[in-house]
């Protein structure tokens, strides 16, 4: 088992950053592609980003391209999400998530194994 917690959501102004992290403990060897999805009221999760163990690949959805960067410190443990450039639309649960598995195919919720109980994210005036 591996249990994920996420920390740093809040309320920010249109414009603004936010710094997504989550740590991870137990097997750890479960982490190799670890990423974050979202989801807003009244709709489906959504994949955000998603890094490998080296960091060498990453992935984005095109909504977010540009604005948030996803990275990890495997020492720690932990996956983190720089969220610059907010819009309303981005308010949301974010949620971190992990597999063992390598592979491109991260676009689905289906793919990992593993997920944090979500930190919320509001992006407002």
């Known amino acids: 088992q591996v249990q994920l917690v996420e920390s740093g959501g809040g309320l920010v102004q249109p414009g603004g950053s936010l710094r997504l992290s989550c740590a991870a403990s137990?097997?750890?060897?479960?982490?190799?592609?670890m990423g974050w999805f979202r989801q807003a009221p009244g709709k489906e999760r959504e994949f955000v980003a998603a890094i490998t163990w080296s960091g060498s690949n990453t992935y984005y959805a095109d909504s977010v391209k540009g604005r948030f960067t996803i990275s990890r410190d495997n020492a720690k443990n932990a996956v983190y999400l720089q969220m610059n450039s907010l819009k309303p639309e981005d308010t949301a649960v974010y949620y971190c998530?992990?597999?063992?598995?390598?592979?491109?195919?991260?676009?689905?919720?289906?793919?990992?194994?593993?997920w944090g109980q979500g930190t919320q994210v509001t992006v407002s005036s």
């Open positions: 998530t992990s597999r063992r598995r390598y592979g491109s195919d991260v676009y689905s919720q289906g793919s990992f194994d593993y």
């Open positions: 137990g097997r750890t060897f479960s982490t190799n592609v």
